[in-house]
């Protein structure tokens, strides 16, 4: 068997019944090529999901409304796509429904994240078995697979670490096989198992994780990404006007712009690809001829500016309680308690009798930190923060986003200008 390809579609790419048309239409070219194809939950899917659980937690009144709705969504894809031939598919939907059903009915979970997983893998679930539906009506040879049946993790619900020995022992007997007798393999990206057969989930976004993983356990020859976008650009197109598509990136300034909030790659994909050498492509799946963006090892032409902005920031401020410097010990201390609630730190400033750090805004994370820290720090947060990240920063780029702005503070190692600013309005 020659390596295999991994696509991965995402969200906006199944959003609908034409965009499953599209991809089905896309993975006709590829029959008989080992080809492994990573969906994701169907458009806003996961957000209702997350709606549906916080209904269970706090508002069972309204859980029947979010169930229904959930229901009727998918429901009604499955019928625009299949009409007449929709029955199969509607039979295996409705054991899903019933089996999330089954755990709505109990009460809440005491821990919310293993509740969260167990009731979130139904988005992509569901998704693949409708997509699935289709590609065998449309006699495209393929295999639907669970993908909690290989992807193994650890137990840290909602961001669970890969099991790297048990997944590529369980990659080679299950995936393997399917790929060998010259069919596709279909299956879900975000979701996988623990040991013990609970449900668990790689982090939201985590499907660009998932093609990943598979990838560097299969040796693959390349991975592609089918996105709603020409490529990786050198900024948001939704926000900044005269936006350019890079037509080539390093591993390592794909990790910058991750690290830095880029939302078009998730963070951990491009470790398991850059250690096996496996490019990786950002392509349109509305202009599938395009070339889109290509990621590996390859030197790339001297970039432009690019710019990378994160919102809903807060800015964390400790302060020694007795004036004293901010020194080693205590800087361990809060890093001991900053890494025990997984807070991302997005960037950290130190001062004589402070230390800054700022990082995505999430209430109840900050909340603990606030409680635990005040014992020995003074802590001030304050919300409502922007980071702006400037990549290959030139001065003309630094006077554009400086202005009309109101800077908190800024930063400047190399080419790389980062600064925090209050949002406007």
């Keep these: 068997m020659s390596a295999p390809e991994v696509y991965k579609f995402g969200g906006a790419s199944v959003k609908d019944a034409e965009a499953i048309r599209k991809v ?75 089996e999330l059903n089954w755990i709505l009915e109990e009460d809440p979970h005491p821990d919310y994240n293993y509740h969260y997983d167990q009731v979130i893998v139904f988005g992509e679930l569901a998704s693949t078995k409708i997509v699935s539906a289709y590609l065998k009506a449309q006699n495209v040879d393929h295999d639907w697979l669970d993908a909690r049946s290989f992807i193994i993790t650890d137990s840290d619900y909602r961001e669970a670490r890969i099991l790297w020995d048990k997944t590529e022992e369980a990659v080679d007997k299950i995936l393997k096989p399917v790929l060998a007798s010259g069919k596709i393999a279909l299956t879900q990206g975000f979701i996988g198992s623990t040991v013990y057969l609970e449900s668990s989930t790689l982090g939201r976004e985590g499907s660009d994780y998932t093609a990943a993983v598979l990838a560097h356990c299969l040796d693959a020859s390349s991975v592609t990404f089918w996105k709603d976008v020409p490529g990786i650009m050198t900024g948001d197109p939704k926000a900044f006007e005269d936006v350019t598509r890079l037509e080539e990136i390093t591993y390592r300034e794909a990790l910058e712009m991750t690290y830095y909030g880029a939302k078009v790659i998730h963070p951990k994909t491009i470790k398991p690809l850059q250690n096996k050498n496996i490019p990786l492509f950002v392509r349109s799946f509305d ?10 090892t390859s030197s790339a032409k001297k970039l432009p500016p690019i710019v990378v902005v994160e919102t809903d920031q807060a800015l964390i401020q400790i302060a020694t309680k007795d004036f004293s410097f901010v020194a080693e010990g205590h800087l361990s201390e809060i890093f001991s308690v900053v890494s025990s609630l997984r807070i991302k730190v997005n960037s950290m400033r130190n001062t004589a009798m402070s230390f800054l750090l700022c990082v995505r805004n999430e209430p109840p994370k900050l909340e603990k930190l606030q409680a635990v820290l005040s014992e020995n720090f003074d802590v001030k947060i304050e919300d409502g923060l922007e980071l702006i990240t400037i990549r290959h920063a030139n001065e003309s780029m630094l006077e554009k986003m400086h202005r009309g702005r109101t800077i908190i503070f800024e930063e400047r190692f190399g080419d790389t200008d980062q600064f925090i600013v209050r949002m406007e309005g």
């Design 287 to 296: 202009h599938p001829s395009h070339p889109g963006t290509k990621i590996s």
């Design 24 to 98: 089905a239409s896309q993975l006709k070219q590829h029959v008989g090529k080992p080809l492994v194809v990573v969906i994701s939950a169907m458009g806003k899917t996961t957000n209702a999901l997350e709606a549906l659980i916080l209904a269970h937690y706090h508002d069972p009144a309204e859980m029947s409304n979010h169930y229904q709705k959930l229901q009727e969504f998918h429901n009604s894809i499955a019928a625009a796509l299949l009409g007449d031939q929709k029955d199969d598919l509607m039979t295996e939907l409705h054991d899903l429904w019933v």
